[in-house]
């Protein structure tokens, strides 16, 4: 059974299949551990870089004391350079610049890396010589997705086959093609629920990254190379990350602002309900699709993933039933 995990980038594809790995049973290979010790030290790197960027963005500036170590930032390639003492040096010295722990904690929407903090926290396991990331770490890595990346994994006796394709713009290019090449059982749209208010950062649009999110999955929907019989199922995911800004006045605030009609509180469950009505309601209801199934998500939430897996492996292999006349 082929899924096809579809979405802008950052919406939590990736981390989704790395759960699906880890829950049930799939051991890293030695390459990949590599791999992501590159990838997570890397974000360490990146991070700050995508700080400092948006501490400009925003006419802040860093201490003085601080410029050279901008500098040196700068010169940085994440996945080529080495943590040695020279580099931890000049990363703590960013790290508590008051600007930088500003930007973290006022602007956490405009970070391309989330968990930086988490990171932080972390650093010195993580520079060990001997470090080997834990699962946690593995699912916290950002690292953009190029192509479609398949993984296959044994569930219950039965092999289902994850395809994680890139979200940017130059991949999504390829997203007709994958969906032609494939006979696909069911396509999984992720949305960074957090993301309403979150500027598209390759500039294709003016309107939020949401917005385009919505956009795509319309187009999707009613491209007409989809077979109406297969299921869509939506993942408003991120949804912790979506409670803590609804809880928030300024993110409640952007959130009214971004959706002038929305008539509910600083709500969780009520901004959720919201965006799904807001989503589906772009499907040709004439065309007579199969109901969208949406679920609201936390791909860094084991416990819950399974949960919800579980729902959606059962309404699967019904539809797949259903489909050959078996239901």
């Known amino acids: 059974m082929k899924i096809l995990c579809l979405g802008v980038g950052g919406c939590g594809k990736t981390t989704f299949v790395k759960q699906m790995k880890i829950i049930h049973g799939v051991n890293w290979d030695p390459i990949e551990l590599q791999n992501f010790i590159k990838v997570i030290r890397g974000n360490y790197i990146s991070g700050l870089q995508d700080v400092i960027e948006i501490a400009k963005k925003l006419g802040k500036g860093l201490k003085a004391e601080n410029e050279d170590n901008i500098k040196q930032l700068k010169d940085y390639r ?151 019989k297969i299921p869509i199922i939506l993942f408003l995911n991120r949804d912790d990350l979506f409670e803590e800004r609804m809880k928030d006045p300024k993110g409640f605030e952007s959130f009214k602002q971004t959706f002038p009609d929305y008539g509910g509180g600083a709500d969780k469950q009520q901004g959720l309900d919201y965006l799904k009505e807001w989503f589906t309601s772009v499907i040709n209801q004439e065309e007579k699709h199969n109901p969208v199934k949406v679920h609201y998500t936390c791909a860094l939430d084991t416990e819950s993933l399974v949960v919800v897996w579980r729902t959606v492996r059962e309404a699967l292999l019904k539809q797949t039933l259903d489909n050959l006349g078996l239901g």
């Not at 890595?141 to 994850?162: D, H, L, P, Q, V």
């Not at 032609?180 to 396509?187: D, V």
Request: with cysteine; net charge negative.
């Open 78 to 228: 994440a996945r080529n350079v080495e943590l040695g003492s020279d580099q931890l040096t000049v990363l703590r010295a960013l790290w508590v610049d008051p600007v930088v722990q500003e930007i973290i904690k006022e602007h956490p929407e405009k970070l391309t890396i989330t968990h930086l903090e988490y990171f932080w926290n972390n650093l010195d396991r993580i520079t060990q010589d001997d470090y080997s990331p834990s699962d946690e770490d593995i699912l916290r890595a950002r690292m953009r997705t190029a192509g479609a990346n398949s993984s296959s994994i044994c569930i219950e006796k039965k092999y289902f086959e994850f395809f994680d394709v890139g979200g940017q713009k130059p991949e999504r290019a390829k997203w007709q093609s994958i969906l032609e090449e494939h006979n696909f059982s069911a396509i999984i749209y992720f949305v960074a629920s957090d993301e309403y208010d979150v500027e598209d950062e390759e500039k294709e649009f003016d309107d939020s990254k949401m917005h385009i999110s919505r956009l795509i999955f319309s187009e999707i929907v009613s491209s007409g190379i989809i077979d109406l």
